[in-house]
Each structure stands twice: as structure tokens, then as C-alpha cells.
């Protein structure tokens, strides 16, 4: 079985109408993978809200306090592209409480899937991009509480460049970082992970899989993690709103597959989160978010 993470609260978001963000496709790919029979009721967990105690580990707890207590400033929320909301709070907290859970049953079962996470743009000081609280970082170093974990690889695959991810983990030499990503879109500025592939714009599917297969190949010889956190962004896909290479849906699951493969091969537990996707169509979206689903079942069953 491979244990699915999800929480009611990760779509209930109200969001201005002609908002980006599609805050309910959490839901909908939950009905999804349900519908099609891509996941079953039994394999669903939801995790417990995160604290401002746990939280302050990776961000600074004056920040943590104003976020949850609704009094950061609005050029602060203006940043983060979210009006401040009670509901807003809930799911931000269950969020990255779920990816730790994923991690979590990642090492026990040797995968583990998230319907959210990927926030990697979340710094240690502020939010950006959608991202509020870093919940890669957060459960990374919380993962290395645990026995037999003393190095986790983020391999992030996001269309976007983890510049949070970067800054956060610069000072914990037992967290790797690799960002995967295309060179001309947000953010502007980048940071400097461990590891940063730059791809041109309008890069298609084999050159982007021969840069995925050959780079986690690296890191697992190189690093030998003993958890793997992977960010299976599909806003790499050619229609996505706010990506700009050109990798087709079959591309999104041969590229899934590969890395869970690659873990599985050498024994390494994947925590994997759903990462970024835009478009106005919930039910392409369903479609290329589920690939990471369907990869890991195929890779599983094997």
C-alpha cells in the first residue's frame, strides 16, 4: 500500500474570482483518484495541524506569530499573493504538518504521496509565490529525528526555482538540495541551492528526462540519501498557465516514474508532494497531477 496524505481543509480557500492560485484542486484530485480508482479510502491519512513551537525550527517566530495571528502587513501578504483569512491558517498548518506525515510514511512504507505540499518559495523571514511556511524544509529536518535518517535529499522538480528551500536549509549541512527548473520564470532573483539545473525555456520532454534521470542518479551515488523529499511539480507541462517549457503528460509520468524508480532501486525511502499546477481546466489538472499517482502505483506493483 502506498499511504496517501490529504485534508479537507487544503480547498477551502475562498479566493477572489479571477484568482491564480486553483485553491480547489485539492479536492478534486482527491475525488479523482477516487472516481478512477487510481487510490482507495484505505489508503488516506490526514495529519494534525503543525504549532508555532514546531514551525519556528525553520522560520522566524515573529513571523510565524504574525501570519497565524492575522497582523503581518499587507505588503507582507501582498507578497505572499493570498488575502489573510481564519481558513487560510487552517490549511497552511495542516499542509505542512502533511508533508512531515508523508516523510513520515514514506520511511515506513518506502513511499508516500501528499495531494498538496511544495512550498518551496517560503523563506525563513517571509512568504512569497503562494508558499506561506516551507513545509519541505520543515519536514525534512524533522525527519532527521528519526532513526537511520541522517541525510535527506529535496528534489525539487517544480517549473519554479526553491529559493525558500535554498535559503532555509543553508545552514543544515545534512539536508541536500537540488532544484530542477526553468531559467526564465519567477523568481526573478535566484538562490543557490546545492544543486541548481537551469533549463531554457521551451525545453521539451528528452532533454528534460535525460536532465532528471542522470541528475538523481548523481545525487543518490554522491549523497547516498536515506529519504528522498520529491517535488513533482506539473507546471512543467507545455500548457500549464505559469510554466514555460514544453513537457507533454506522458512526459510528466515517465519523469515520476523514473525518480520513484531510482528510489526504490536503491532502497531509499520518496516522500512525494504534488507541487505546483495552473489551469483553469480542473480536469486537465486532474490529469497531470495524477501521473505522480499513477507512476508510483505502476513502480509499486512491479
Known sequence: ????????????????????????????????????????????????????????????????????????????????????????????????????LTCLKAIEYGCAIHLSGGYHHAHHEFGSGFCIFNDMSYAA????????????????????????????????DDIITCSIHCQQNFPARKQQSNYDIELPRGTTDKQYLETVQQALAYLIRLHQPDLIIYDAGVDIHADDNLGYLDISTTGIFVRDEDVIQQAKSAEIPIACVIGGGYSNDKDLLN??????????????SE
Open 141 to 172: 529536518l524533522q525527519a532527521l529525528k528519526q532513526p537511520n535518517i541522517e541525510t535527506v535529499l529535496i528534489f525539487d522538480c517544480d517549473v519554479h526555482q526553491g529559493d525558500g528551500t535554498a535559503t532555509i536549509t543553508t545552514v543544515f
Open 287 to 300: 490529469i497531470r497531477h495524477s501521473q505522480l499517482f499513477l507512476a508510483a502505483n505502476t513502480v509499486w
Open 1 to 100: 500500500m502506498i499511504p496517501l496524505i490529504y485534508h479537507a481543509s487544503y480547498s477551502k480557500l475562498a479566493l477572489p474570482s479571477k484568482h491564480r492560485f486553483p485553491s480547489t484542486k485539492y479536492r478534486y484530485l482527491y475525488q479523482y483518484l477516487l472516481e478512477q480508482k487510481i487510490a482507495s479510502q484505505s489508503q488516506f491519512f490526514a495529519s494534525e495541524k503543525v504549532t508555532q513551537n514546531q514551525l519556528a525550527s525553520i522560520h522566524c517566530p515573529n513571523y510565524v506569530r504574525g501570519f497565524i495571528t492575522g497582523t503581518l502587513d499587507t505588503k507582507s501578504m501582498r507578497r505572499i499573493g493570498f488575502p489573510w483569512s481564519e481558513t487560510l491558517v487552517e490549511r497552511t498548518l495542516y499542509s505542512v504538518a502533511g508533508t512531515e
